[in-house]
């Protein structure tokens, strides 16, 4: 199936809530970077960014919409496939986008091991794409300094409001609320249902955390075995 929604705002601009409120509208299923970790799809996106002739029918099997990234670093070429889809911008303040982001995803993806792929199949192609997309691609492995990570983040938004035509395009704030975004899809707003305000940063903070302790296991764990030898080795 085409895709009628196509989201061109970067991560943590509120495209987990735009992801929960499409679904309620409708559009199911949504893809988001969270769908790469849950279907181990990422291997598609890996081999895309290398180069690979893969389809976007391939990647897109089963969604009517798609924000975030790693959609979200080919949104030109994907108007441009699906011209009758819709375009929303999701948009937020560059100062408090930018402390969210190095708050949550930038050190998440960073720390993640390598070696979980080979624990978790499902992750190898996210942890693939996770980083280069992104951090390397996007930002140009520029992101933890503050004045240029924003500078393309504003620039990002202008080649967008430039690119799409404005009947085509909502640029939209998640605190907005429903009546914008169902106006511009023209669907009713959804009687008496909240507009889902999903913020994951403290869940993400939390699997910091843990990403922390995982990073150490295989050193505890060699230590533990040479240990053991040395027990075994040395007489009593």
């Known amino acids: 199936m085409p895709l009628k929604v196509i989201g061109a705002g970067f991560g943590r601009t509120g495209t987990t809530s735009l992801k929960a409120a499409l679904e309620i509208l409708g559009y ?3 893809h988001h970077m969270t769908e790469v970790i849950q279907t181990g799809s990422g291997i598609l996106w890996y081999r895309k960014l290398e180069g690979e002739d893969i389809g976007w029918e391939e990647i ?3 969604y ?6 790693p959609s979200a670093a080919w949104w030109k070429e994907l108007t441009e496939y699906y011209p009758d889809a819709k375009v929303i911008l999701t948009v937020r303040d560059p100062d408090k986008w930018y402390r969210s982001i190095t708050e949550t995803i930038y050190p998440l993806s960073t ?15 996210f942890l693939k794409i996770a980083r280069r997309i992104p951090w390397e691609n996007t930002f140009h492995g520029r992101i933890e300094d503050p004045a240029y990570a924003k500078r393309i983040f504003n620039e990002h938004m202008v080649t967008v409001k430039d690119t799409i035509a404005p ?6 704030e998640i605190s907005e609320g429903w009546e914008p975004l169902c106006n511009f899809l023209n669907i009713p707003v959804p009687v008496e249902t909240p507009f889902p305000r999903v913020n994951e940063g403290h869940e993400i903070k939390k699997a910091i ?9 295989p050193y505890a764990a060699g230590i533990t075995v040479m240990i053991g030898l040395m027990y075994y080795l040395i007489p009593n």
């Open 167 to 172: 009947e085509r395009l909502l640029v939209y």
């Open 64 to 69: 009517e919409a798609t924000v975030d990234w």
């Open 209 to 217: 955390k843990a990403v922390r302790i995982i990073r150490i296991l």
């Open 60 to 62: 897109f099997e089963g």
């Open 28 to 30: 199911d299923k949504c």
């Open 111 to 125: 720390l993640m091991p390598g070696w979980l792929g080979l624990v978790i199949p499902r992750l190898r192609g």
